[in-house]
């Protein structure tokens, strides 16, 4: 098992930054891939981005490549969610989630675990 817990959300102006936090605890958090998803008000939960099990590789989806950076301290179990240039359209409910794969994976079923979700909320 594997408990998620996300922080760092908030209401920000567009433009503006947010970084988002992740803390895992329970089965070994280092050896499997983590990712971020996002589901918006009547959508569907998506894809944001992810990150390999050592932190080398990264993959993200278009809409929010160049201006989100995912990174993850396996010393400390948390992953991190770091968004700049914000816009109305990120506002949403994000949500991470552990793989169980040790590489970048987009596919939302090959996560096993997730976060309860953190509200971010951009004004335009």
């Known amino acids: 098992q594997v408990q998620l817990v996300e922080s760092g959300g908030g209401l920000v102006q567009a433009g503006g930054s947010l970084r988002l936090s992740c803390a895992a605890s329970g089965r070994t958090f280092s050896n499997y891939a983590m990712g971020w998803f996002r589901q918006a008000p009547g959508k569907e939960r998506e894809f944001v981005g992810t990150?390999?099990?050592?932190?080398?590789?990264?993959y993200y989806a278009d809409s929010v490549k160049g201006r989100f950076t995912i990174s993850r301290d396996n010393a400390k179990n948390t992953a991190y969610l770091q968004m700049n240039s914000l816009k109305p359209e990120d506002t949403a409910v994000y949500y991470c989630?552990?793989?169980?794969?040790?590489?970048?994976?987009?596919?939302?079923?090959?996560?096993?675990?997730w976060g309860q979700g953190t509200q971010v909320t951009v004004s335009s």
């Open positions: 990150i390999s099990w050592t932190g080398d590789s990264t």
């Open positions: 989630a552990v793989a169980r794969f040790k590489g970048v994976v987009v596919t939302i079923t090959a996560y096993d675990y």
